[in-house]
């Protein structure tokens, strides 16, 4: 049965293909042109970045993290299972060793009081992970950083426009990537960015992301002649891409407005679902501000998460449910290990589902009838 009311359907701000049409005329087509870069500044002035890389993927925004940590065969990282392949492949790429550990039962992020245990002499970072743009524990995270020598990445793909205790999200870490894949809330289709809070890593941030060479200080005119210097790849997107991001970037507080308000209905919806114990809505710490990627519910069981799904599904709504755990994967078991069972990661993996969460949902009564749908399956 065709969807009547999918899970996604990117949003489009209009302006897109205009600012398309002016990268095509200004016949600037590869990475670094007008568009990379107001979208670089813009990223940096909303994260409060030392500097800000747009990257073709948050992969590969993960990958260059890898490489500016500096991360060896054998090294550690500390990663949560619960989380995007990419977030642990990028550094297992590099020959590292993810030790996953568990999420917490609330936000559904790194459970910061696991970390500590999963030291070892071999450690070199930590890998948080942002859930559906809702902050991890930064401070504590960064404090055991600090104590153990070790760097913070920050897997910020789903948060941005999001904050922790008043501080955007991706500003914590020494390094910080983000995604503007057509799931996320700021889009380009694909697309991601690389934010660069060490000021020592910038230069050869540069170095990596132009293939290893030296090519971004040439064009600002500080060497009269670039060449190889380091280990990189091509990880730069072209303009057209940058084009259409920065049509997106200019409506990025309405489309965070908007979809904030879907999420507040969702979430004023299913407070009865709550009480009578048969569903968990999400949970938001008051001193974390979220950008509404996504809603989701939590089940009792498999059973009932798998039921709910397939019954959506019959009344042409597109519901979806997420992650399975990366330390029982088979690459998870090959590359990585993990000190005890991770209860939680599983538990939430079996009974997360997320609902339709678009720009433009909540017109029409389609956001109506996802809930008078959820109401009505949960409770029959």
């Known amino acids: ?69 500096d991360i060896k065969p054998g ?10 392949v990419t977030t642990v492949s990028s550094f297992v790429m590099r020959g590292a060793v993810p030790v996953f550990i568990d999420i917490r039962p609330d936000t559904l992020n790194m459970d910061e009081t696991k970390i500590e245990d999963a030291i070892t002499e071999k450690t070199r ?47 914590f870490g ?22 660069v809070n060490d000021e020592e890593l910038i230069e050869k941030a540069e170095i990596i992301r132009e293939k290893g060479t030296n090519r971004a ?39 965070t407005d908007r979809r904030l308000k879907i999420w507040q209905a969702y979430h004023e919806a299913f407070a009865g679902l709550e009480k009578e114990g048969l569903i968990r809505r999400p949970i938001v710490p008051e001193y974390c501000k979220h950008n509404a990627h996504m809603y989701y519910l939590l089940f009792n069981s498999l059973e009932e998460r798998t039921d709910f799904i397939a019954k959506m599904r019959e009344q042409g709504i597109g519901c979806v449910f997420h992650y399975l755990p990366l330390h029982d994967s088979p690459a998870g078991k090959k590359f990585g290990r993990f ?19 678009w720009v433009g949902l909540e017109k029409d009564g389609q956001l109506e009838e996802v809930i008078e749908n959820v109401i009505r399956i949960v409770k029959r």
């Open 75 to 84: 090294d550690e990282v500390i990663v949560p299972s619960f989380t995007f």
């Open 125 to 171: 970072a930590i890998v948080p992970v942002h859930y559906a743009g809702v902050g991890a524990e930064m401070d504590t995270i960064v404090a055991i950083a600090k104590k153990h020598n070790l760097k913070v990445v920050e897997d910020n793909a789903q948060g941005v426009m999001s904050s922790f205790k008043g501080k955007p999200l991706g500003s």
């Open 339 to 357: 000190n005890e069972e991770l209860p939680v990661t599983k538990k939430v993996s079996d009974t997360l589902v997320r609902l339709p969460l």
């Open 217 to 255: 200080r040439f064009f600002r005119g500080q060497v009269d002649k670039y060449t190889w210097e380091d280990l990189g790849s091509s990880y730069l997107p072209s303009e057209i891409l940058a084009a259409f991001l920065w049509g997106q970037i200019k409506e990025a507080y309405e489309i």
């Open 174 to 195: 020494n390094l910080a990537a983000v995604s503007f894949h057509e799931t996320k809330n700021i889009i380009s289709g694909e697309g991601g960015a690389l934010y």
């Open 1 to 69: 049965m065709a969807l009547r009311i999918p899970f996604n359907k990117p949003y489009m701000t209009g302006r897109e293909l205009s600012l398309i049409a002016d990268a095509h005329a200004s016949l600037h087509l590869s990475g670094d042109g007008k568009y990379t870069k107001l979208c670089n500044g813009w990223l940096a002035d909303l994260s409060g970045a030392k500097a800000a890389l747009l990257t073709h993927s948050c992969t590969a925004a993960l990958e260059m993290s890898a490489l500016l940590c």
